[in-house]
Nanobody
Framework: QVQLVESGGGLVQAGGSLRLSCAAS????????MGWFRQAPGKEREFVAR???????????DYADSVKGRFTISRDNAKSTVYLQMNSLKPEDTANYLC????????????????WGQGTQVTVSS
């Protein structure tokens, strides 16, 4: 069983930055694909970023079009932690941000993530 705990959310002005962290416990962290998702009130949960192992010590990251060039996902396997650096934040980035872990090598759909955190709230004021 894997537990995920997010932190780092808060209130920031448009154009500002935040760095989210997700600490994992249990399981073999280095082998999990890790994802960040977000959910705003009244909206569906949406994919933000994913980082997955592609062989050796190499990981590959990909992003939703809406955050590409502004957000960066990274991981520190020694700390069992995944990060989301968010720059140039916009009011439309306001949401609860959740991290998730998948035992699949290349999870595509939300249901392919096995473990979820509770989320951390990000609010961007205009």
């Amino acid at each position: 069983q894997v537990q995920l705990v997010e932190s780092g959310g808060g209130l920031v002005q448009a154009g500002g930055s935040l760095r989210l962290s997700c600490a994992a416990s249990g399981g073999t962290f280095s082998r999990y694909a890790m994802g960040w998702f977000r959910q705003a009130p009244g909206k569906e949960r949406e994919f933000v970023a994913r980082i997955r192992w592609i062989g050796g010590s190499t990981y590959y990251a990909d992003y939703a079009d809406s955050v590409k060039g502004r957000f960066t996902i990274s991981r520190d396997n020694a700390k069992s932690t995944v990060y989301l650096q968010m720059n140039s934040l916009k009011p439309e980035d306001t949401a609860n941000y959740l991290c998730a872990a998948s035992t699949r090598n290349r999870p595509e759909a939300i249901y392919e993530y096995n473990y979820w955190g509770q989320g951390t709230q990000v609010t961007v004021s205009s």
